[in-house]
């Protein structure tokens, strides 16, 4: 199974930027698509934005001109550029593989203050 690490979230001003990071334990040559997902307590998770292999991306619409996924074969790392930070981007986010079985980073908050 694909593992992953998800990191760069923290607590940031309404109106802030934040970058979160994801790191694949394989080549992220090899995995189809990719994205970020949020999650606060007792609601759903939900679907943030998501990139395939070959740059086609997807945005929900309560974040479309604010954040921007993108994924870095030389890195091998794929992020998520926040900006324009609202307080109801609170939540924990987690980077998602598109593999089966479907791989799940641990989460990183990210928490907006108003």
């Known amino acids: 199974q694909v593992q992953l690490v998800d990191s760069g979230g923290g607590l940031v001003q309404a109106g802030g930027s934040l970058r979160l990071s994801c790191a694949p334990s394989v080549s992220i040559f090899n995995i189809n698509g990719m994205g970020w997902y949020r999650q606060v307590p007792g609601k759903q998770r939900e679907l943030v934005a998501s990139i395939t292999r070959h740059g086609r991306t997807y945005y929900a619409d309560s974040v479309k001109g604010r954040f921007t996924i993108s994924r870095d074969n030389a890195d091998n790392m794929m992020y998520l550029q926040m900006n324009n930070l609202e307080p109801e981007d609170t939540a924990v986010y987690y980077c998602?593989?598109?593999?089966?079985?479907?791989?799940w980073g641990q989460g990183t908050q990210v928490t907006v203050s108003s």
């Open positions: 998602n593989a598109d593999t089966y079985p479907a791989s």
